[in-house]
């Protein structure tokens, strides 16, 4: 079992910044892959950015050049850092890790005014 606590979310202007952070606790040892998705009112969730064990990285297309992801192997913790975060951006964050099946963190509201 693992389990994920999120931190970060909060409201931010247009333009602004924040950064989400994730932290594993419990078989931290399966884990593979960590990432973040969200999920907008009336939209299904989607994913928004990855990062493996060994460092590569993916990013949607929506928000490439605008947000970072990276990653603490040693404190089992990934972070999000989004910069000129646009209105589009609100939506709730989940924290994602992958070991043997997918484990899911609870989720912070990120909510951009325009």
């Known amino acids: 079992q693992v389990q994920l606590v999120e931190s970060g979310g909060g409201l931010v202007q247009a333009g602004g910044s924040l950064r989400l952070s994730c932290t594993a606790s419990?078989?931290?040892?399966?884990?593979?892959?960590m990432g973040w998705y969200r999920q907008a009112p009336g939209k299904e969730r989607e994913l928004v950015a990855a990062i493996t064990s060994g460092g590569s990285t993916y990013y949607a297309d929506s928000v490439k050049g605008r947000f970072t992801i990276s990653r603490d192997n040693a404190a089992n913790t990934v972070y999000l850092q989004m910069n000129s975060l646009k209105p589009e951006d609100t939506a709730v964050y989940y924290c994602?890790?992958?070991?043997?099946?997918?484990?899911w963190g609870q989720g912070t509201q990120v909510t951009v005014s325009a």
């Open positions: 419990g078989d931290t040892i399966c884990i593979s892959t």
């Open positions: 994602i890790a992958e070991c043997s099946m997918s484990y």
